[in-house]
């Protein structure tokens, strides 16, 4: 435990130290699901808000919206799964 806790700290301090330094935090520090939506869904405007849609909503707008925002299958899945847990 207590080494865990050590590389933990370690990590956070590294991570704290260089996240100032740029105008966003780098894409690691997100879960997997929000790395790609930050990534993917702020090229062309500013990002959506989970909470915009219900799950539904969002599987109906992103079936097409993906195909013009560029996504691969994979991200698509990770898009929507991100946005479905997150509203
Ligand atoms: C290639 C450019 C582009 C990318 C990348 C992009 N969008 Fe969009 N988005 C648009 C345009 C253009 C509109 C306005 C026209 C429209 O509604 O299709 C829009 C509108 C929207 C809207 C508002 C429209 C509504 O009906 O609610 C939402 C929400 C949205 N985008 C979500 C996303 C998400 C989530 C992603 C990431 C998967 C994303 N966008 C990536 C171009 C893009």
């Known amino acids: 435990m207590r080494n865990i806790s050590a ?11 260089f996240g ?18 930050r990534r993917a869904c702020q ?15 969002w599987s109906d707008f992103l079936r097409t919206h993906v195909d013009q925002a560029g996504l691969t299958a994979e991200e698509q899945t990770t898009v929507i799964e991100y946005l479905r847990k997150n509203n």
């Open 43 to 57: 090229g062309c405007h500013s990002l959506p808000k989970p909470d915009e849609k219900t799950d539904d909503g």
């Open 20 to 37: 100032c330094a740029k105008r966003r935090p780098p894409a690691e520090e997100y879960p997997p699901g929000e790395s790609v939506f």
């Open 7 to 17: 590389v933990a700290s370690v990590v956070l301090i590294v991570a704290g130290t």
